[in-house]
């Protein structure tokens, strides 16, 4: 008999394995036909192991019937393409200062390398994702920002806000069966033919709220939300926009764009949202699909 012959007759196997499925009938009813955006980012992105796993769970969400929309960055890439080019990279106050040269490369990066692939590598599961950028029909509008820091406004060149969402490209994807795939890039409202650096945390909350999203899961490096940092302790699984607007002071500078993503998301009408550790293969599953999920998770009241 063979290794897979012995494999379908162990009935401990085939129960365990049934067992996971069943557990998992509460939330695949709770999902169903539900949009939920995720945004894509962190380590999962540079490692072929997790970006395997993480296009097998949007394929797998598609396929039992939710309605996955991702929304990609592309920090590390950026920064590893700017470098090979030789030119700088500045951060200020957590943003990439972008210059009109900058901001050619990241719509190259974000746009022309990290979609495509990451819509093959879902689309190796059957041809269900498309790529799109959010210069694409008017899906974003955005509008140039700066940043204060200690009281001074800093200029950071061609970095703006999504401050305009027109669902209906995604929604019109959606309803053909698609997975949507986004680059988080925006044309320039005040000044057409111009291209902004939008921060994707921010641009996957925008998004979610406009397309009445379930949910928003944000990958991130981290297992989640430290009330006191850098006490591993101290974790936080659930809590309450309230209580998370308390903390954001308190918080550090790299998880303040995640958790205000999450902040806004819920205040605008998201049921949910939560960050989860991209560094965990099946981490999207893990948190929709089980009791109590992975990271920290973000809820009105």
């Known amino acids: 008999m063979s290794e897979i012959d012995l494999q379908r007759t ?40 997790l970006q395997e796993a993480f296009a097998a769970d949007i394929a797998y969400l598609r396929y039992v019937g939710v ?47 990290i979609n495509p692939q990451l819509v093959a590598k879902i689309n190796a599961h059957g041809p269900i994702a498309t790529g799109l950028s959010g210069e694409d029909a008017g899906l974003f509008g955005g509008r140039r920002r700066g940043v204060v820091i200690d009281g001074v406004e800093h200029d950071l060149g061609r970095v703006g806000d999504v401050v305009q969402v027109d669902p209906q490209p995604i929604l019109d994807h959606l309803a053909a069966g698609r997975i949507p795939v986004v680059s988080s890039i925006a044309p320039d409202l005040d000044n057409p033919g111009h291209s902004l650096n939008v921060n994707a945390d921010a641009a996957a909350a925008a998004l979610a709220t406009a397309l009445n999203a379930t949910k928003l899961v944000v990958l991130t490096d981290v297992p989640g939300l430290y009330a006191d940092w850098p006490n591993r302790d101290s974790l936080v699984s659930h809590l309450t926009a309230t209580e998370l607007r308390e903390m954001m002071p308190r918080l550090e500078s790299g998880m303040i764009p995640k958790m205000r993503a999450c902040l806004d998301a819920v205040e605008s009408g998201v049921d949910t949202a939560a960050i989860i550790d991209g560094r965990v293969p099946h981490s999207v599953l893990v948190e929709l699909f089980t009791q109590h999920g992975i990271g920290t998770e973000v809820v009105a009241q």
């Open 67 to 113: 309605q996955p929309v991702v929304v990609h960055g592309g920090g590390p890439q950026i920064s590893s393409m700017l470098d090979r080019l030789a030119i700088p990279s500045e951060f200020k106050g957590g943003y990439r200062v972008t210059s009109t040269e900058a901001i050619s490369v990241v719509r190259m990066v974000l746009t022309g390398q």
């Open 10 to 49: 162990d009935p401990a196997k085939a129960s365990a394995k049934a067992l996971t499925l069943v557990e998992s009938l509460p939330w695949l009813r709770r999902f169903r036909d539900q949009i939920i955006v995720i945004k894509y980012g962190g380590n999962a992105m540079v490692s072929d192991e």
